[in-house]
Nanobody, 121 residues
Framework: QVQLIESGGGLVEAGGSLRLSCVHSGGTSYSMGWFRQAPGKEREFVAAIGWAGNLTHYTDPVKGRFTISRDDAKNTVFLQMNSLKLEDTAVYFC????????????????WGQGTQVTVSS
C-alpha cells in the first residue's frame, strides 16, 4: 500500500497558477498520476509520469498548461498548473501504481485524499 498526501490546492483567479505537490511512499519504481473530480462529474485523468520520468501523458484540455514532474530524492510528484480556467475547478487526486498503463488508463491501485482547487473569475 502506497501512502500519498497532496498539498498546494487553493483559490486562484482565472489565468493564475498553482503548483500541487504529492508526497508518497512508493519509491522510484512507481508511476504517478494526477486526477481530478469536479462537482457532479466523474473523476477524470489529468496527467501521468513514468517511474523513470521520461514518459508523460496529459489529457487534451490541460496540454500546454499543466506540467507533471517528479523529484525522487524527495518522494514527491508535482503538478504545475498555469493559465488556469474556471473549468479546472475540482478536487485533485494524486495516484500511484507499478504499471504506467494502469495510471494512464485511470485505474491506479493507490490514491491520495485529494486537494481542492478553485478557480474564480
Amino acid at each position: 500500500q502506497v501512502q500519498l498526501i497532496e498539498s498546494g490546492g487553493g483559490l486562484v483567479e482565472a489565468g493564475g497558477s498553482l503548483r500541487l505537490s504529492c508526497v508518497h511512499s512508493g519509491g522510484t519504481s512507481y508511476s504517478m498520476g494526477w486526477f481530478r473530480q469536479a462537482p457532479g462529474k466523474e473523476r477524470e485523468f489529468v496527467a501521468a509520469i513514468g517511474w523513470a520520468g521520461n514518459l508523460t501523458h496529459y489529457t487534451d484540455p490541460v496540454k500546454g498548461r499543466f506540467t507533471i514532474s517528479r523529484d525522487d530524492a524527495k518522494n514527491t510528484v508535482f503538478l504545475q498548473m498555469n493559465s488556469l480556467k474556471l473549468e479546472d475547478t475540482a478536487v485533485y487526486f494524486c495516484a500511484a501504481d507499478e504499471l504506467y498503463g494502469r495510471v494512464v488508463g485511470g485505474k491506479p491501485k493507490n490514491w491520495g485524499q485529494g486537494t481542492q482547487v478553485t478557480v474564480s473569475s
